[in-house]
């Protein structure tokens, strides 16, 4: 059974994935995410980002939110397998885990 952020979990049921800090290169954060598998972090859902910092659940279609502290474009929102994402500039954004 896979996570569905639409549908709560069953009892019992642990996600596979691990929430993560999604940070600027400058070192402010941006939003806390829900990654669900391994490897890089190329896209992220907007209804997986669980603490959004600057405000991307809320843009729209075409929409390039940017980082508060030093106005870098953090990446681009898009339409990714019929659900909303932010498809992330690679040189802009840093993982940790929590």
Do not use: S, W
Request: positive net charge.
């Amino acid at each position: 059974m896979e996570y569905n952020a639409y549908k709560l979990p069953e009892a019992g049921y642990v996600p596979k994935g691990r929430v993560i800090k999604v940070q600027c290169r400058c070192g402010r954060l941006l939003f806390r995410y829900y990654k669900g598998g391994r490897g890089r972090l190329i896209k992220c859902y907007l209804d997986e980002i669980r603490v959004d910092h600057i405000g991307a659940q809320a843009a729209k279609m075409g929409a390039r939110p940017n980082c508060p502290a030093c106005g870098k474009a953090v990446g681009i929102v898009r339409m990714v397998h019929g659900r909303p994402a932010l498809k992330l500039n690679q040189g802009t954004v840093r993982e940790t885990r929590t």
